[in-house]
């Protein structure tokens, strides 16, 4: 029971596709929520022939970098699920995020004169854990799948045509990247 109860609490979503995409995300839950990049291990993002967006299915040792998604509505988590369809399925998963964290660095010499001191920007990247659900392509047997998935080759062919798609509810061509 408590396991469900923290699931329900959950409201961030691993995205690692079109849903990166601004503006396909904007069509879908009219907002681009607060993200950050992350990745989820043990799983792989295959191409799908004739489509512009990919699939993720379990592959021990593989890893897929995308973004996470924090602080969703009910009513978001429900216009995704629609979004993605029968054809994925919906998992709660460990991502680890990719946090920056800047520091200054103290003078070098603290004789030196205030003029000469020597200041410098350290960036550290800290990965942090976070639970966030996942859409796993429902059919681990599919033929279509192929590959690797190329997000800026696809953002090259047009995920503002699919969002223009979307919010006039047109049928998406056919495309594949």
Known sequence: MAG????AA????????????PEVLAAIIHRVPPQA?????????YSIRNRLYPAVLPLAGGNVTGKVLFDLTHEELKLLDEFEDFEYTRHLVET???A?????????????????KVTDDLNISIA???????YVWADA???SLYGDWDYEICSWIGFAGVA???KSRTVLPSLSC
């Open 100 to 116: 920056r964290s800047a520091h200054k660095l103290p003078s070098v010499n603290r004789l030196e004169s205030e003029r000469d």
């Open 128 to 134: 942090v854990p976070v639970q966030a659900y996942l």
């Open 96 to 98: 680890t995020v990719q």
């Open 37 to 45: 990049t992350a990745v989820v291990a043990n799983f792989h993002r």
């Open 10 to 21: 959950v409201r961030n979503v691993f995205v690692y596709g079109s849903l990166m995409a």
């Open 4 to 7: 469900a109860a923290a699931a």
């Open 141 to 143: 047997e599919d033929k």
């Open 164 to 166: 223009f798609c979307l």
